[in-house]
């Protein structure tokens, strides 16, 4: 049977059992415990941990401004006004690997940029992308720090000038610059001769004259430290005897004048043996006997002059001893009457 309103009636069988089964929920609603909510552990903050995070990040900011500062001057320095972004830098030294001369110095210019701005041990890799090795990008910068000022003008307008005689030429220091553009000589080479030659020729040319140079120098770094040793020698030595006493003095003269007589005595042992062989010889020509003569009256005289010097009294032997038989220097000898005194 419908209502009035269209919606059609419960029968009575169906009102008992509706009302049932909602009191069996509820009767089993009261029996039933509670439901716990899950916990949910909140996470341990280390506020050290954070802290030192924090500083790192605040030191490399730092850090990155310092990079940038000093960028900054050094594109004042270098005349550069192009980006100052890793990126940027790469792109420019991309393009100046293209040129020769000019390549060199742009690409060392922004080079010395890039190790600039890059973070700490970023540099090599940069490198590694640009595909340019560290020996050649350090060539690179020191000749954009050697060549790109005024003096180097006339080398670097050469028309010969290429990147390896460019590089070649970082053995030269700014002297050798200025001596160069100023028309000199240096290392073996001018200007003409650097602009003529190829680089394998001015390789040679330099590294003999830099070996040459360097031989020199040892050289010279050597006399002077001869007569650095033999100065100070000299100063040890003096002061040494201001300290002797005069008993001190005296016996060290003394001992320095027998090493010499010493030394002199062995010396006449020589001359005794060459005139032992001379007068063996069955007959001496008269000229070999006098230079045998000659030798002894030199010797002689000097010691009489020594002691004629300093007021020295020798005892010498007027007379030869009677045992003493001197030979005839002609005796035997077939000679000529104008080469024996004893010819009338």
């Not at 009636?9 to 929920?25: L, R």
């Not at 004042?76 to 420019?92: H, N, R, S």
């Not at 006339?154 to 460019?166: H, M, V, Y």
Request: charged share 30%; with cysteine; aromatic share 2%.
């Amino acid at each position: 049977m419908s209502s009035s309103n269209g919606e059609k009636k419960m029968s009575a069988k169906e009102m008992i059992a509706a009302v049932s089964a909602e009191n069996a929920e509820i009767k089993s609603a009261r029996g039933r415990k509670p439901t716990t909510a899950p916990t949910i552990e909140k996470p341990v903050i280390n506020h050290e941990d954070v802290q030192l995070g924090t500083m790192a990040l605040e030191i490399q900011a730092e850090r990155h401004k310092a990079a940038q500062e000093n960028a900054l001057v050094l594109a004042e320095q270098l005349g550069y006004e192009g980006a100052l972004t890793v990126t940027g830098l790469e792109e420019e030294i991309r393009f100046y690997q293209r040129r020769s001369v000019e390549a060199v110095l742009e690409t060392g210019k922004r080079l010395l940029l890039l190790k600039e701005v890059c973070p700490h041990g970023e540099f090599a890799p940069s490198l590694e992308r640009l595909g340019i090795g560290e020996r050649m990008a350090q060539k690179f910068m020191v000749a954009t720090l050697k060549f790109s000022n005024a003096s180097s003008t006339t080398l670097l307008s050469l028309p010969n000038l290429n990147q390896g005689k460019l590089l070649e030429l970082l053995v030269l220091d700014e002297g050798d610059i200025e001596a160069l553009d100023q028309g000199d000589t240096v290392r073996g080479v001018k200007l003409d001769d650097i602009d003529c030659m190829s680089v394998s020729e001015l390789r040679r040319a330099l590294r003999t004259a830099s070996t040459e140079h360097a031989a020199e120098l040892a050289d010279k770094d050597r006399v002077i430290a001869q007569k650095s040793n033999k100065i100070e020698e000299l100063v040890e030595d003096k002061n040494r005897r201001e300290r002797m006493t005069d008993a001190e003095k005296f016996a060290e003269m003394e001992q320095l004048l027998t090493e010499a007589t010493l030394v002199s005595i062995g010396d006449m042992q020589v001359i005794r043996r060459h005139i032992q062989d001379i007068r063996s010889e069955d007959k001496t020509p008269h000229g070999v006997y006098m230079a045998c003569a000659n030798s002894l009256q030199r010797v002689v005289s000097e010691a009489m002059g020594i002691a004629a010097d300093w007021g020295i009294a020798l005892t010498l032997a007027a007379e030869p001893d009677d045992e003493v038989i001197f030979d005839d220097p002609n005796a035997d000898e077939d000679l000529d009457d104008d080469l024996n005194p004893q010819a009338v």
